[in-house]
């Protein structure tokens, strides 16, 4: 873009005149006799007014090498000043070091070719610019607000008889700054961003600026002089650096320019801006007026940083390129998209102040109004419940937003009298991939009904939208805002309670809902449109703006008052607190309500969505279309005890056993896999008419008395009875025998073998051997190749019953096989197989198949039954599960898709220090996090906290193992290559931004 040069503003010459220079040679020379240093190591650094040089002497010491122009020796002298008092006033605070030379003095004055220029020597400070950190925890952001608040209370105390002249990037001078960029600015879009900014901010600038509080700031306090370290997964700030810019000026001034730059490139830059601000109010507590005068001051000064960027390119000037960078331009653009209220309110409220001086009044007289309302529309008016919640919604697919707002117009047109009404603060399910709640209330009406005032008031326009302004009571004044609302009056016409202001609008919104009118309170005054509905970041600051209107409605039918919505997450943990065991566990630290599932993805009452990767009960995925309609289906038709006969039982029986070795062909159907195991113990015992049970140590079989005595992670906390054995974990990763040892299942075995021989030398040989084919609570372990032959082999010798507990990885999970025990090979056929959880996909069946020739054996006992194992639904269940299984191929997917999996977790490893291992067949893996692989010290308190992040991000995953440093992952069989993505890209980011 052609255009002149401003030489008009000094300032700007300044900043792009380069930086003095000088040879190498000479440079060394200076650092020997007027500072002492011999350099070993020179090395570039980056600067706008200054000469910035790395330097490391003979003895390792690092410093950094200052070179400035003779004119700025009061600036260098009143910086090296600042510096002193830091050094005095708050020791520990990580800031360089004015390192004096030969003759005492901080600076040094040299001459070069009849020049004279200023150096001077600083100590260096470690770390790497917050600017090259990567991705940013949220306790890292908390840390810079806290150091860097901490800072500008120390330079506030720093007093000096000679500060420096105002700069280029002084608040006091961004009109001018902004006016000098503009012109250069081709992008257009860039440019009317920068001039919206201009425009919304500057009058305020103009206007309060010079009555802030003023102190001596470092004025630069941008993602490159702000210096972190990384120890692990945690990220703190371990520097301040480059105070060239240091002069005295609104104390708020530091905040904004750290934020400015900050939030640059961040997916949510306004929640930067308020967890910065909320940890800098900590340690230099804000005024009232600072926190007010914030936000305009961060969006001045990114377009300041914006403007200047394009203008420097322009004219292919001098400055520092490290802010010349796409995402200061697209930080403009969303800050002059954001309403300057929602900006400066987020401030406050970072601070421990009301959103608005004058909210909480208004919000008052709404709750304490006297007498009512007005009716908005004719008619009785009727809640309808949008939300996840809402039975609208029953029936349609979440994955599918036109489906879901198909049903909740079907439910609004289904009222069958009066006007139906969304509720305020109601989170619409209408695409769980862009959740937000309402900010208003919506009555549902033909284009055309008439719509009245509840209060009395002014008619105008507030922010392009329709409203009436209503001042009740002294110091009460808001505005009632009428979206979808189609005006009978002009500005400034008065109307009184219940007179006519206009009629609904013709058009339905985006949302695909019908016709409506919008009713809003702003509790401000509006400069800029305010959203219909707001995400979950934002939904307090808008609550605050823009409160619940539903006091104004008038017209509810008797006992069915339409109320705003709120969640239910704490009426629910509190039912769960008083009438369930205190051992009943939850899942993560903030529970989730969940109410609604299909496939792969849970939603909760906010309409989220989370990708599952935990739940190995639902295996076809949630809510199978298929499944539902086979259980209601039968419901509807017949549900008995198994003592009736129905062809579903033997149906069910014959295709079951069908997918095992042959003989495995009797089936004891109950209800759950701890029943099984039990069941599958007491047969055992009978049959050998032994006690002692030989099972792997850490192993998980159930919650009844007979299995909980062989399940080590429960026996824990009782003590191990004395007929239970464990052997050791066939743990590759941890165990006696690694991955690189080829016959690790035989020494395993070996084990196992030896603890059968000892206890038959003992005279108390075990009744039975019990073992997953994969552990899952032991850790998520794979059964190394050779394990089970030939602990089979020598149970047959021996006389010992082998059980297969495929409760949790059977039916097809594990890929190669249908059932886990088939991965060891065609030899290995127990005598027992047990199966429940993922074989109803949550409907609770669950069985023990056997041989005809055990299950007579055990028929002297007397006849057995359950009165609900194989009824009627749970066999339609189990039967039609089998036939998805095969036609929709899943335990194909498991192996393919698994395995992708798996590779995309092990590639994870050689960026991520803390995983130390990965492995798992098919849709059950689990990676493994330790302190340091070389010692393997668990991760616990790590695992736990990267499960919250990731359900922070959308996917759900949990910890397992002996020491809970597992994640465990077992997704439903439907899971898809991108959802393998998703997973891995999730835990890449949380491992990458640590905490």
């Known amino acids: ?56 002497d003979e003895d390792g010491a690092e410093f950094v090498f200052k070179l400035t122009g003779r004119a700025d020796l009061p600036a260098v002298e009143f910086q090296s000043a600042l510096l002193r008092h830091l050094a005095a006033h708050d020791p520990f605070l990580a800031v360089p070091r004015v390192v004096p030379g030969v003759d005492g003095e901080p600076v040094a004055i040299v001459e070069d070719g009849g020049r004279e220029l200023v150096a001077r020597v600083l100590t260096w400070v470690s770390g790497r610019p917050l600017a090259e950190a990567g991705r940013r925890s949220a306790e890292l952001m908390a840390d ?28 006091g001078h961004m009109g001018a700054a902004l006016a000098g960029a503009l012109p250069y600015v081709a992008d257009g879009e860039l440019r009317a961003a920068l001039e919206r900014v201009r425009d919304a901010h500057a009058p305020v600038l103009a206007e309060r600026f010079d009555d802030l509080p003023v102190a001596v700031v470092h004025h630069d306090l941008n993602a490159f002089n702000v210096l972190v370290t990384r120890t692990g997964q945690r990220t703190r700030v371990s520097g301040l650096i480059d105070f060239g810019d240091a002069l005295p000026t609104a104390r708020i001034a530091d905040l904004a320019v750290l934020a400015a730059s900050v939030m640059r490139g961040q997916p949510d830059p306004l929640g930067v801006a308020r967890a910065l601000t909320a940890a800098y109010h900590t340690a230099c507590p804000l005024t009232e007026a600072e926190a007010e005068a914030l936000f305009p001051l961060i969006a001045l000064r990114a377009a300041t940083v914006a403007g200047t960027a394009a203008r420097l390119n322009a004219e292919q000037r001098h400055g520092d390129p490290r802010h010349r960078s796409a995402a200061a331009a697209d930080l403009v653009r969303a800050l002059a998209a954001t309403s300057p209220e929602l900006g400066v309110a987020t401030m406050r409220q970072a601070c421990g102040l009301a959103a608005h001086p004058a909210a909480e009044a208004v919000t008052a007289w709404l709750a304490g109004r006297a007498g009512p309302p007005a009716k908005l529309l004719e008619g009785a008016l009727t809640a309808v419940d949008l939300s996840a919640t809402g039975d609208a919604y029953d029936g349609a697919d979440p994955r ?13 047109e289904a009222v069958p009298h009066g006007v139906p009404v969304g509720r305020y603060g109601e989170p619409r399910f209408l695409d769980p991939e862009d959740p937000g709640e309402t900010l208003g209330v919506e009555l549902f009406a033909a284009p055309g009904t008439p719509v009245s005032a509840p209060l009395a008031g002014r008619f105008e326009h507030v922010a392009g939208e329709p409203a009436l302004r209503h001042e009740p009571a002294p110091d009460v004044r808001f505005w009632t805002l009428y979206g979808g609302l189609a005006p009978a009056l002009a500005d400034g016409e008065e109307v009184p309670a219940g007179g006519r202001i206009g009629e609904v609008a013709p058009g339905a919104d985006d949302d695909g809902l019908p016709a ?8 401000v005054p509006l400069t800029a449109p305010a959203p219909h509905r707001t995400g979950h970041t934002e939904a307090g600051v808008w609550r605050a703006l823009l409160p619940d209107p539903t006091p104004l409605l008038a017209g509810c039918v008797a006992g069915r008052a339409v109320t705003a919505w709120t969640p239910v997450i704490d009426t629910a943990l509190r039912g769960r607190k008083a009438h369930l065991p205190e051992t009943h566990p939850t899942y993560f630290e903030q529970p989730i309500n969940m109410v609604r599932a299909r496939d792969c993805r849970f939603y909760d009452e906010h309409g989220r969505a989370y990708l599952d990767a935990l739940n190995n009960v639902t295996l076809v995925g949630h809510c199978h279309p298929r499944l539902v309609a086979a259980a209601t289906r039968q419901l509807g038709r017949l549900n008995t005890n198994s003592r009736f006969v129905y062809d579903l039982l033997s149906e069910y029986a014959e295709r079951l056993t069908a997918t095992l070795p042959d003989g495995l062909d009797v089936v004891y159907f109950v209800n759950s896999g701890s029943e099984a195991n039990d069941l599958a113990l007491r047969i055992s015992r009978y049959l050998t008419k032994r006690d002692d049970v030989v099972i792997i140590d850490d192993a998980y079989h159930g919650y009844t008395t007979v299995v909980a005595d062989v399940s080590p992670s429960r026996y824990r906390h009782y003590g191990k009875p004395d007929t239970t054995h464990p052997t050791p974990v066939p743990d590759r990763y941890r165990g006696a025998y690694g991955y690189d040892d080829p ?22 040989a075990p009744a039975a051997y019990l073992f997953e084919a994969l552990l899952a609570g032991g850790g998520q372990v794979v059964l190394p190749p050779g394990y089970l032959a030939p602990i089979f082999a020598a149970a047959a010798e021996r006389g010992i019953v082998t059980i297969a507990d495929e409760v949790q990885v059977g039916f097809g999970r594990l890929g190669e096989a249908f059932w886990g025990f088939q991965t060891q090979g065609p030899d290995v056929v127990p005598d027992m197989v047990t199966m429940g959880k993922s074989m109803g996909n949550g409907f609770p069946v669950a069985a023990l198949v056997t041989t005809r020739e055990i299950s007579r054996a055990f028929d002297p006992t007397g006849r057995f039954f359950s009165t609900y194992g194989g009824n009627p639904v749970a066999c339609a269940v189990g039967l039609e599960l089998l036939g998805i299984m095969e036609e929709e191929d899943l335990q194909r997917n498991a192996l393919t ?3 992708y999996l798996l590779e995309r977790l092990g590639g994870l490893a050689g960026r991520h220090e803390l995983i130390g291992d990965v492995r798992g067949q098919g849709f059950y893996s689990g990676v493994e996090f330790v302190r340091d692989r070389r010692t393997k010290e668990p991760a616990s308190e790590e695992t736990l906290m990267i499960c919250e992040r990731l359900k922070d991000e959308g996917v759900l995953v949990y910890p397992t193992g002996p020491h809970w440093n597992i994640l465990k992952l077992k997704p439903p069989l439907s899971f898809t290559p991108a959802m393998a993505d998703e997973f891995a890209a999730a835990l890449d980011r949380v491992l990458e931004a640590g905490w």
């Open 1 to 56: 873009m052609a255009a002149k040069t401003d030489h008009t503003d000094e300032r700007f010459e300044r900043i792009t005149a380069g930086v003095p220079d000088l040879p190498e040679p000479r440079i060394r020379e200076i650092l020997r006799d007027r500072f002492g240093l011999r350099a070993a190591a020179l090395r570039p650094l980056a600067g706008e007014t200054d000469r910035n040089l790395y330097v490391r």
């Open 144 to 171: 810079v607000g806290a150091v860097t608040g901490r800072l500008t209370a120390a330079t506030a105390a720093f007093e000096h008889p000679d500060p420096p002249a105002p700069h280029y990037w002084e608040f």
């Open 400 to 412: 599918e937003p036109a489906e879901l707002r198909a049903a909740a117009r079907t439910a609004i």
């Open 516 to 523: 409506r009118v919008r009713l809003r309170v702003a509790a």
């Open 743 to 764: 016959q690790a299942g035989a020494k395993y075995a070996a084990h196992v073998i030896e603890t059968f021989d000892r206890l038959a030398a003992e005279g108390r």
């Open 897 to 899: 898709t698994g395995g």
